[in-house]
């Protein structure tokens, strides 16, 4: 069963940085697309980043083009979301989601599993 699970979220500053971890378990993920996601108040969930997990491709949202940089750690089971530069828009929950194809979407009905979420709030 596979498990998705974040990390690293709090309260940071404007201007500020975080990292977020994912801890993916319950099989091997060669082939997958992993993916963060983030949903603020009364809002839709969002793409943020998408990472390959075979060869290490990425893509990312034009918000976070720049600030934001997706990373994987195939020996660690984990993807990392790098945000610099943050903004007082950036605050949400931030989901990891995996997706069992090798082509990134940006659309969140494509992945098939999630985790809990983790909250990023920037304050000014």
């Known amino acids: 069963q596979v498990q998705l699970v974040e990390s690293g979220g709090g309260l940071v500053q404007t201007g500020g940085s975080l990292r977020l971890s994912c801890a993916a378990s319950?099989?091997?993920?060669?082939?997958?697309?992993m993916g963060w996601f983030r949903q603020a108040p009364g809002k839709e969930r969002e793409f943020v980043a998408g990472i390959k997990w075979t060869g290490g491709s990425t893509y990312y949202a034009d918000s976070v083009k720049g600030r934001f940089t997706i990373s994987r750690d195939n020996a660690k089971n984990t993807v990392y979301l790098q945000m610099n530069s943050l903004k007082s828009e950036d605050t949400a929950v931030y989901y990891c989601?995996?997706?069992?194809?090798?082509?990134?979407?940006?659309?969140?009905?494509?992945?098939?599993?999630w985790g809990q979420g983790t909250q990023v709030t920037v304050s000014s």
């Open positions: 989601a995996a997706r069992n194809f090798p082509l990134i979407t940006i659309t969140t009905r494509s992945y098939d599993y």
């Open positions: 319950g099989r091997t993920f060669s082939g997958y697309v």
